[in-house]
C-alpha cells in the first residue's frame, strides 16, 4: 500500500523553491487561504501541501508536492515516486537555485545536462570583448 512521505529537501526559502520550480519548467499550484491538499489515491489520502506539482510534471504515479515545516522545506510525495524525485527532480531544482545565486553574484552560468541527465552548472567569467 502506498503512502506520502515527508522528506527533507536542502531547499531554504519559499521564494527559491517557486523560482526554481518555474526555471525548470515544472507547473505547480501554490496553496491560497483556503489551503491545498494533494489528490491522493485509492491506496493514499491526500496530504496537505502549500506547493501542489501534477504527476505529468515528473512522470510520477502520484501528485506530490513542498511544504513548510517548521522554518524547512519538505518533498511531499508518494513513497513510489521518492526514488525517481530525489534522483531526478531535487537536483535539478537545488541545481537551479545555486545557478540563480551565483547569477546574483554576479558570475556567469550555464547548465549542463550530462548523458545519464545529471544537470551541471558551470561558472565561467563572460566574454567582455
Request: net charge negative; aromatic share 4%.
Amino acid at each position: 500500500m502506498s503512502q506520502y512521505v515527508h522528506v527533507d529537501v536542502p531547499i531554504e526559502s519559499r521564494e527559491e523553491l517557486l523560482a526554481a520550480l518555474s526555471a525548470c519548467g515544472l507547473v505547480h499550484q501554490v496553496a491560497g487561504a483556503e489551503g491545498l491538499v494533494l489528490e491522493g489515491s485509492v491506496e493514499c489520502a491526500g496530504d496537505p501541501v502549500d506547493v501542489r506539482v501534477a504527476p505529468e510534471a515528473a512522470e510520477t504515479v502520484q501528485d506530490w508536492g513542498f511544504s513548510y515545516e517548521n522554518g524547512r522545506v519538505m518533498l511531499v510525495c508518494a513513497d513510489v515516486d521518492r526514488p525517481r524525485l530525489e534522483r531526478q527532480i531535487v537536483p535539478r531544482i537545488t541545481a537551479e537555485i545555486v545557478r540563480a545565486r551565483l547569477t546574483a553574484a554576479g558570475h556567469h552560468t550555464r547548465t549542463v545536462v550530462d548523458a545519464d541527465g545529471r544537470h551541471r552548472i558551470v561558472v565561467g567569467v563572460e566574454d567582455e570583448s
